[in-house]
């Protein structure tokens, strides 16, 4: 029997839109953006003037469960259905949680009933058995990682009717980081300064958001692929006089997805172009070439020597063991990356 595929973000919107609605939905998970959607939607489904008395948001750490059981099994007030949306439940206790599963295990057909456990996974495993019993839907909002945030940038760009480039996405990415609320602002935001069909290039982005195209991570990661010594330390002067323009915390990651990204294709079978594009996730020939520069100048050894670094200066720009400011720990970074004799 196959396995039954998980609800996307996507997909309940659309199932919304269509009326195909299920009587509990369960929302959790670490990336709140997509939580946050449907929460907005689920708010909006009723028509306005329903609302009033039969709409119901609360706030999981304000409520007890049988609360919340106790407005499911009202009767809509001249309407056909009631909403009740249960906020922030990730601040319910399990065994609360628990307990509203005795009214999820036969629901109202006439209630409508959302638990959004916002930036966390959800307590209570009756509940989440329950909501599957009654063919309701649990959806896991899963973090964003430095690796699938390009993609979904893109994704994003391309639904407004704009286009981007490998390095404009990358740009994005390491000057705001995974936070898809903050990602998604500058992109509405660029979307309604710039024409349909528009690209979103690196001096588009310097002049509208205010990341330098010449200073930031994308460069960074290109020089050190090249080993271009005098083109990273200006890259570095700049960090330092600019602080915001590119947090190291972010700028170490993607030196560390490159030299990660570089090992794996050491150890492929097979090494070719659309081998390395497939198993790597490279969107274009640009990256392409920047993961055969760097095979040509670090060997695997040296590779490993770097991965290493990179973990020791994440470790001690935290405080572990070091109290030298950050700056100079990543200057001594990407010093022992360009100058790596291999020694493990």
């Known amino acids: 029997m196959a396995t039954p595929t998980a609800p996307t973000f996507e997909g309940i919107r659309k199932s919304l839109i269509s009326g195909d609605i ?6 959790h998970g670490e990336e709140g953006y997509y939580i946050d959607a449907l929460v907005d939607d689920f708010a909006e489904l009723l028509p306005e003037d329903d609302r009033v008395f039969n709409q119901y948001i609360l706030h999981g750490s304000e409520i007890e469960a049988q609360q919340v059981c106790d407005l499911c099994y009202r009767v809509p007030m001249m309407a056909e259905r009631q909403m009740v949306i249960v906020k922030e439940a990730q601040s319910m206790r399990a065994d609360q949680l628990n307990k509203i599963s005795a009214y999820v295990e036969d629901p109202v057909p006439s209630t409508i009933l959302v638990i959004a456990c916002r930036g966390a996974q959800a307590k209570g495993k009756d509940l989440m058995a329950a909501i599957r019993k009654c063919k309701g839907v649990i ?19 391309s ?3 704009l286009s981007a480039d490998q390095k404009s996405l990358e740009m994005l990415c390491d000057f705001i980081g995974t936070d898809l609320s903050r990602l998604y602002n500058e992109i ?25 195209r010449e200073y930031n991570s994308y460069e960074l990661v290109d020089a050190l692929a090249g080993k271009d010594a005098a083109k ?9 006089s600019n602080p915001k323009a590119a ?4 700028a170490s990651s993607s030196i560390f997805n490159f030299f990660a990204d570089l090992l794996t294709a ?15 996730g490279l969107r274009n020939n640009f990256a ?33 063991g070091s109290r030298q400011n950050e700056h100079q720990l990543f200057y001594d970074l990407v010093y022992h990356i360009l100058t790596a004799p291999g020694r493990l």
């Open 247 to 250: 947090p190291l915390v972010l």
């Open 159 to 161: 639904k407004k009717g």
């Open 232 to 240: 990273a330390f200006r890259i570095l002067s700049y960090f330092r």
């Open 288 to 320: 392409l070439k920047r993961i055969r520069n760097g095979m040509s100048r670090y060997s695997p050894v040296k590779i490993v020597e770097i991965i290493s670094a990179i973990r020791r200066f994440d470790a001690m720009s935290k405080g572990v």
């Open 266 to 280: 050491y150890y492929l079978a097979d090494q070719s172009d659309s081998t390395l594009m497939r198993e790597l």
């Open 22 to 27: 299920a009587p509990v939905y369960l929302l």
């Open 188 to 212: 509405d935001k660029l979307a309604t300064l710039l024409p349909k069909g528009a690209a979103v290039t690196p001096e588009v982005i310097e002049r509208n958001i205010g990341i330098s």
């Open 139 to 157: 959806f896991e909002s899963k973090k964003v990682t430095d690796r699938n945030a390009p993609a979904l940038i893109g994704n994003y760009i």
